[in-house]
């Protein structure tokens, strides 16, 4: 019975992050008593960390090893560092020149990660590392094409593998920023689709708390999906590709066209906000366009909410009701019952990686066992 509670109260402390003991006792359905036995055996075995005091939070403390997100964005590289129950122990954001390759990228945030370790004299027991740029979720190869050119030759899975010893996963960066939209939203949707425009836009889908990656980590691709068979070329090779029509580089030319070379989407944007006619008709183009991909998506995943994304402030904003609008009066109405479609919520992409990493059986069931053998172990010796 004592072992089943240990495993109960790591899990528990695993899912939820750090709780005070009578916390922990309703959650585990045990009196408290039991609860606080089992947790200074916890804290005994050095799998446990609390202070004094009933009301002091029960942790996961260092022993077992620390939980890693890296998440390498166009110009900047974000690190976290937390305890297997979501603590932070250490969390940065670098700046980079865009230019700048995948491999220096990888050796710079590598050299952050075992600085920290260092000094806390700790390892780490799973990572989640993030790219902007098409991956193989299983092998860690960045797929070569334009768009991930600065990646070209680099696995980013087995680099890490090498230096930390350790579960790593590997990810694009879009599908995490789709999980933190996941979970700041008001409300936990049981399927949520998020669209990212960038210079080309890619998806992320979460059903019940996972992550869709597919079976390589390929999902999500949906600015490659064509519009029209005759349309632009795209540098994918295909014609018509939504990117062509919808990314920021085309809505930029857009904005040039009208309001001079130094416009923008940003200008649209502001333009819009202002209710400047020729800005409106704009969006409402970009709208029509993005829903004409979309309403696809809908009839084949019938997501709860869409959320619409980005790297230019605001363009999301002034999307989201056309878009919604548009596919509302477009697709078939089961695929649009109860939808709603929302602009992005500011997030900590980051921990959002931490809970892509922890929404995966295998490497929840992986950190518990690691934990309990070693409460086990500070038993038998």
């Given at each position: 019975m004592k072992g089943n509670n240990?495993?109960?109260?790591?899990?528990?402390?695993v899912e939820r992050g750090p709780m005070h003991r009578a916390e922990l006792a309703r959650a585990l359905s045990v009196t408290r008593t039991t609860t606080t036995n089992v947790v200074s055996d916890g804290v005994a075995s050095g799998v446990l960390c609390s202070a004094e005091g009933l009301k002091a939070d029960v942790g996961?403390?260092?022993?077992?090893?620390?939980?890693?997100?890296?998440?390498?964005?166009?110009t900047s590289t974000l690190v976290l560092l937390t305890r297997a129950d979501r603590t932070v122990v250490h969390s940065s954001r670098h700046d980079l020149d865009p230019a700048t390759a995948g491999e220096r990228r990888m050796e710079e945030a590598l050299?952050?990660?075992?600085?920290?370790?260092?000094e806390l004299r700790a390892s780490v027991s799973a990572a989640y590392v993030a790219v902007n740029a098409q991956i193989d979720s299983a092998t860690?190869?960045?797929?070569?094409?334009?768009?991930?050119?600065?990646?070209g030759g680099t696995n980013p899975k087995a680099y890490?593998?090498?230096?930390?010893?350790?579960?790593?996963?590997?990810?694009?960066?879009?599908?995490?920023?789709?999980y933190a939209q996941y979970?700041?939203?008001?409300?936990?949707?049981?399927?949520?689709?998020y669209i990212h425009i960038a210079y080309g836009l890619g998806c992320a889908q979460i059903v019940d708390g996972v992550s869709v990656r597919g079976a390589r980590g390929g999902a999500g691709e949906i600015g490659h999906v064509s519009i029209d068979p005759?349309?632009?070329?795209?540098?994918?090779?295909?014609?018509g590709c939504l990117m062509q029509y919808v990314g920021t580089h085309v809505v930029d030319e857009r904005a040039r066209v009208v309001w001079g070379a130094d416009a923008s989407t940003a200008t649209l944007v502001e333009r819009a906000g202002q209710g400047d006619r020729v800005a409106v008709a704009i969006v409402q183009s970009v709208a029509d366009e993005l829903s004409e991909a979309l309403v696809s998506a809908l009839h084949l995943l019938n997501p709860e909410e869409v959320v619409i994304g980005g790297i230019v402030a605001g363009f999301d904003a002034i999307l989201a009701g056309p878009v919604e609008r548009a596919l509302k009066a477009r697709a078939l109405?089961?695929?649009?019952?109860?939808?709603?479609?929302?602009?992005?919520?500011?997030t900590d992409i980051a921990r959002a990686g931490l809970g892509v990493l922890l929404s995966m059986e295998d490497v929840r069931a992986s950190l518990i066992n690691r934990c309990e053998q070693i409460w086990n172990k500070c038993h038998a010796s």
């Open positions: 240990r495993r109960r109260v790591i899990a528990e402390l996961i403390g260092e022993a077992p090893g620390c939980l890693l997100s890296v998440i390498f964005q166009a050299g952050r990660v075992t600085a920290v370790l260092s860690g190869d960045v797929m070569a094409s334009a768009a991930s050119r600065l990646w890490f593998e090498r230096a930390l010893g350790c579960i790593v996963v590997v990810d694009n960066e879009v599908r995490t920023t789709g979970e700041a939203g008001d409300r936990k949707v049981q399927s949520q689709l005759r349309g632009r070329p795209c540098e994918c090779g295909s014609r109405p089961l695929s649009v019952r109860g939808l709603s479609v929302r602009a992005a919520l500011p």
